[in-house]
């Protein structure tokens, strides 16, 4: 079965630091892996999506970015955090039950950006 | 953008009641929907998925799901102090996203 690795865990940064957040996946190949952001009191909103190696595709226009430079790893990068950045960082992947997919998430990482 | 709504609670039960958490959904070509229970400070888990119209049991969760009206519907029975989480609604509305909704809080009273 898949398991979704992240680090760190937590995170505290000053505002204008770059930041680097790291996702691996075991146990499948060629996974499409996803990351999003939850930030306190909004909903999970989709940052970024995968289906293969260099192959991403960005749904909110910001200063995050994205790389897939492995099949099974996926990182988030900014070269200047904002304060808005803050938020709980998800990594996911898609894992398919009785013919149906579902939305799979890894542990997290808590993000501070003070 | 498509939207799914719930209200973010807190939702208080007393212990062995029946919980209900409900969901609507703006677009009408959505044919997917999940709930997720994510506890404080740890990322969602699945658990229910429903694709068709009506009811769908599993254990002392029950999905509801009516197209027409456009909610999805989520009952916990007997419902326990574990069960006080976050209950996340979501959507895949016709393409590869999942659209969340921003989650009911639900509290189960010793």
């Known amino acids: 079965s898949q398991t979704i690795h992240q680090w760190p865990a937590t995170l505290v940064q000053p505002v204008g630091s770059p930041l680097s957040l790291e996702c691996t996946v075991e146990g499948t190949s060629n996974p499409n892996l996803y990351w999003y952001r939850q930030a306190a009191g909004r909903g999970l909103q989709l940052l970024f999506y995968?289906?293969?190696?260099?192959?991403i595709s960005s749904e909110v226009p910001q200063n995050l970015s994205a790389s897939r430079p492995q099949d099974r790893q996926f990182i988030l990068s900014s070269k200047k955090l904002l304060l808005s950045d803050s938020g709980f960082y998800l990594c996911?992947?898609?894992?398919?039950?009785?013919?149906?997919?579902?939305?799979?998430f890894g542990p997290g990482t808590r993000l501070l950006v003070l | 953008q498509k939207e799914v709504e719930q209200n973010s609670g807190p939702l208080s039960v007393p212990e062995g009641a029946i919980a209900s958490l409900n969901c609507t959904y703006s677009d009408r070509v959505s044919q997917s929907f999940f709930w997720y229970r994510q506890y404080s400070g740890k990322s969602p888990e699945l658990i229910m998925s429903i694709y068709s119209n009506g009811d769908k049991e599993d254990g002392r969760f029950t999905a509801q799901l009516n197209k027409a009206s456009q909610y999805v519907s989520l009952l916990i029975r007997d419902s326990q102090p574990s069960d006080s989480a976050t209950y996340l609604c979501a959507v895949i509305p016709g393409t590869y996203k999942y659209i969340f909704g921003t989650g009911t809080r639900l509290k189960v009273l010793a």
């Open positions: 996911a992947t898609k894992r398919w039950s009785q013919g149906k997919e579902t939305q799979y």
């Open positions: 995968s289906v293969g190696i260099g192959q």
